[in-house]
């Protein structure tokens, strides 16, 4: 199964079991999950549904939000990739609060589009982000995506963005 190639800092690899404890680490994390769906922390079984989700979405359609390894410590500090919407993947991300801050985020989500782009084939990728959330809404700027449309969902508002991959903007590596 091919992964986005490594880059300076980070690794990407497949969810293993034990990665329940690190992840529910971040996902347990209230300034973590701030901005993510109702904006509560995940229980521990929502975890595990997501590691079996991922690893699910991997084997059906050949991608996933895989699990990021910091490559100084070995530790997983979070996940970035793309969701198989049925329809243009979705690219997501989120990382431990410690490691917020240091252009990760971008990093990793540009190796995911040379991924999505030179071996995947896609041609096209969309975000959804809550417009408060300006780290976020930042990294997908810097990646060139453009502001589709905006929407409420549970009184919160959301900005769907897309980009072409053939035309998007690199970031400095
Ligand atoms: C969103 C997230 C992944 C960003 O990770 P990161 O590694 O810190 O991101 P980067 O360092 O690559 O880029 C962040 C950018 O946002 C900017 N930024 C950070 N906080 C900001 C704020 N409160 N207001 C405005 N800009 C902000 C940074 O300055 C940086 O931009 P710059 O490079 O132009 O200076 C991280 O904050 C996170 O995991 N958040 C919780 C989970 C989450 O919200 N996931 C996304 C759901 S859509």
Same mark, same amino acid.
């Given at each position: 199964?091919?992964?986005? /190639?490594?880059?300076?800092?980070? =690794?990407f690899r497949a969810w293993h079991d034990d990665d329940v404890a690190?992840?529910?680490?971040?996902?347990?994390? /209230?300034?973590?999950?701030?901005?993510?769906?109702?904006?509560?922390?995940?229980?521990?079984?929502?975890?595990?549904?997501?590691?079996?989700?991922?690893?699910? =979405?991997?084997?059906?359609s050949g991608f996933c939000q895989w699990a990021l390894i910091d490559?100084?410590?070995?530790?997983?500090?979070?996940?970035?990739?793309?969701?198989?919407?049925?329809?243009?993947?979705?690219?997501?991300?989120?990382?431990?609060?410690?490691?917020?801050g240091r252009g990760l985020a971008t990093e990793a989500a540009a190796?995911?589009?040379?991924?999505?782009?030179?071996?995947?084939?896609?041609?096209?990728?969309?975000?959804?982000?809550?417009?408060?959330?300006?780290?976020?809404?930042?990294?997908?700027?810097?990646?060139?995506?453009?502001?589709?449309?905006?929407?409420?969902?549970?009184?919160?508002?959301?900005?769907?963005?897309?980009?072409?991959?053939?035309?998007?903007?690199? /970031?400095?590596?």
């Amino acid at each position: 199964m091919s992964l986005p /190639p490594n880059s300076e800092r980070i =690794m990407f690899r497949a969810w293993h079991d034990d990665d329940v404890a690190a992840l529910h680490a971040i996902n347990s994390d /209230p300034q973590v999950m701030r901005f993510v769906a109702d904006g509560q922390g995940w229980p521990i079984s929502r975890t595990q549904q997501f590691i079996k989700a991922a690893s699910d =979405m991997l084997e059906q359609s050949g991608f996933c939000q895989w699990a990021l390894i910091d490559k100084s410590s070995g530790c997983l500090i979070g996940f970035c990739g793309l969701v198989d919407t049925g329809d243009v993947p979705e690219i997501g991300w989120r990382l431990a609060r410690d490691y917020w801050g240091r252009g990760l985020a971008t990093e990793a989500a540009a190796a995911v589009f040379d991924h999505a782009r030179d071996t995947l084939g896609l041609s096209r990728v969309m975000a959804t982000v809550q417009t408060e959330n300006a780290a976020s809404v930042r990294v997908i700027e810097k990646l060139g995506m453009t502001r589709d449309r905006t929407f409420q969902r549970d009184g919160r508002e959301v900005a769907v963005y897309s980009c072409c991959l053939a035309s998007s903007v690199r /970031p400095p590596r």
